[in-house]
C-alpha cells in the first residue's frame, strides 16, 4: 500500500512567485493535515481536511496560504505570492479516523530566494 | 499557552548505549502524547503514544516513554542503542480543543550514533 506521496519534493522560487504544493494522502483516508517546519523551528500545524472540508485551519499564517481537497483525495497548498519567511519544509500528513495515527509524507521543501 | 519542551538538540551515544530523550510539556487537561522519529530522506513516523492507563508505554524499534505527571514530562528511553537509530525525535502534544491531529510539537532532538 502507497504511503503518503508529497511532490515536488524540493522548489526554489523567486519572491513573489506562486507555488502550489501536492499531497497524496493515503487511499481511504478522510483526514488529511498539513504542517510546516520552518529552519529552527517546530513542526507547526496549519490545517485539517475531514474529506473536502476544512475542520481546523487555525495554523494557516495569513491569506497568501490557500489549501484545497476538491473531491476529497488529493489536497493542494499554493503560496501565493511567494515571501522569504514562507521557506520550510510542508508536511503532509493522512489519518483513517480522526484519532487515529497520522501518517506522514516525506515533506515538500520550499526555498524562496 | 500550550508547549512542547525539547531541551537537547543534538545528542551522540555510542551504539549499544542506553539513551534517554528528555521531552516536558506544558498543558492544561492530561494531555495526549506522541513521539515521532525521522529518519533521513524519510517522513515522521510514529514511534509511541500516551492517551491514558500504564504511565510505561511501549512503542516500535524497542522504545518506550514514561510519562510522569507530576513533572510534566514524557522522556523515551531505549535500552540499547543502534547505528539505524540516527534520526530526529520529535515529541508532541496534541492541541487542547483541537482534533487529535492538531500537534503541537518540539523542535526535535538529533540523535547521532557512534560506532
Known amino acids: 500500500e502507497a504511503g503518503v506521496t508529497q511532490f515536488p519534493s ?104 | 499557552a500550550q508547549s512542547v519542551t525539547q531541551p537537547d538538540i543534538h545528542i551522540t551515544v555510542s551504539e549499544g548505549a542506553s539513551l534517554e530523550l528528555r521531552c516536558n510539556y506544558s498543558y492544561g487537561a492530561t494531555p495526549y502524547l506522541f513521539w515521532y522519529v525521522q529518519s533521513p530522506g524519510q517522513g515522521l513516523q510514529l514511534l509511541l503514544k500516551y492517551f491514558s492507563g500504564d504511565t510505561l508505554v511501549q512503542g516500535i524499534k524497542g522504545f518506550e516513554a514514561e510519562f510522569k505527571r507530576s513533572q510534566s514530562s514524557f522522556n523515551l528511553r531505549k535500552p540499547s542503542v543502534h547505528w539505524s537509530d540516527a534520526a530526529e525525535y520529535f515529541c508532541a502534544v496534541a492541541s487542547e480543543g483541537g482534533s487529535q491531529g492538531n500537534l503541537i510539537f518540539g523542535k526535535g532532538t538529533k540523535l547521532s550514533v557512534k560506532p
Open chain 1, 10 to 113: 524540493h522548489s526554489v522560487i523567486e519572491k513573489g512567485q506562486t507555488v502550489t504544493l501536492r499531497c497524496d494522502p493515503i487511499s481511504g483516508h478522510d483526514n488529511l493535515y498539513w504542517y510546516r517546519r520552518v529552519m529552527g523551528k517546530e513542526i507547526k500545524f496549519l490545517l485539517h481536511f475531514v474529506k473536502e472540508s476544512k475542520q481546523d485551519e487555525s495554523g494557516m499564517p495569513n491569506n497568501r496560504f490557500l489549501a484545497e481537497r476538491t473531491g476529497g483525495t488529493y489536497s493542494t497548498l499554493k503560496v501565493q505570492p511567494a515571501e522569504l519567511e514562507d521557506s520550510g519544509v510542508y508536511f503532509c500528513a493522512s489519518s483513517q479516523v480522526r484519532a487515529g495515527e497520522l501518517f506522514f509524507g516525506e515533506g515538500s521543501r520550499l526555498t524562496v530566494l
